[in-house]
DNA sequence: CATATTCCGATTGTTATAGTAGGAATATAT
DNA sequence: ATATATTCCTACTATAACAATCGGAATATG
């Protein structure tokens, strides 16, 4: 019940361009990875999933990159987080009931259906302008960085 | 963003732990593996998770088994998914927050946490006793079987 | 004492995901 | 023109999480 790594960073790397491009400029990958920490190489790949989705437009050459394709208060985190790993479903049978095994009745199914529903309420209730403004400044200071394996 | 095959075993054995066990008798795994098609060696390791977490008794011996330890009213689907997988956290920083890689401000952390917080709601929104007894039809016909690898 | 069960730990196999890499296509600036 | 900086596309490899298997100990009953 993980939300993928490929899923946040692909909302790092939104929240970088929001803030990066002020307005319309457009930003390359390299500067967006300078200063979230992630691997150019491997945003290539999300920011074309991005593009596909329709959330960012992209520019190829010298002076190139991307910057959003519309304000960012239209654009929702669930709409990121489906650009990024395709369409929310904790379980295949949500999306394609015939793939299931089971005998024609499921007493789980619906369950899981309701437990779908309320993950894509709650990405769908925010955008992208609230992730980029808002901060949650974590309770616990830092640690050594020994234990720190984790990169949200 | 899956719910594991994990924790739906879990929660298809209570529904039938419950079905079966009318009240208050024992039920033993090999009778639960005939009706839920789940390999017994498998629920094995699931019902210690169960037991640890006091949701079902184990009777070890001849004629023992497994019984719920309270009415299915009063297990809830969250505390039976949690038996199975562990604390529900959707990304390892909403639980521990040290771990993080990030600096000290996070943009995205207040958001996992509020989707955390979101499937847990779901998951306490139902009891026991409601998934034993409702159902949700599939909608669509079985196909053949050639394309059921998913059971839920 | 035979049998049916829970209970425990170790191991193996499988799959999804993360991450790497090569290089083509595109456009700009000098 | 040519060098350069970028997006864009595809394939491959490594790793970690998870599913599933297995052997056998402990426990209790008839």
Known sequence: MKLSRRARYALRMMVAIVRHSNGSHMVSLSQIAEKTNLSRRYMEQLAIGLKNASLIVGVSGKGG??????????INVGQIVEAAIG??????CVV???LCIQSEECECRWL????NQGVCE???EFSLAELATKYWPRAIPLKSSATARVSC
Request: net charge negative.
């Open 96 to 98: 394609q009931p015939e």
């Open 122 to 124: 709650v990405l769908n």
């Open 65 to 74: 990159g991307y910057m959003l394709a519309r304000p960012a208060e239209e």
């Open 112 to 115: 899981y259906h309701r437990i």
């Open 87 to 92: 369409p929310i479903n904790i379980v295949e």
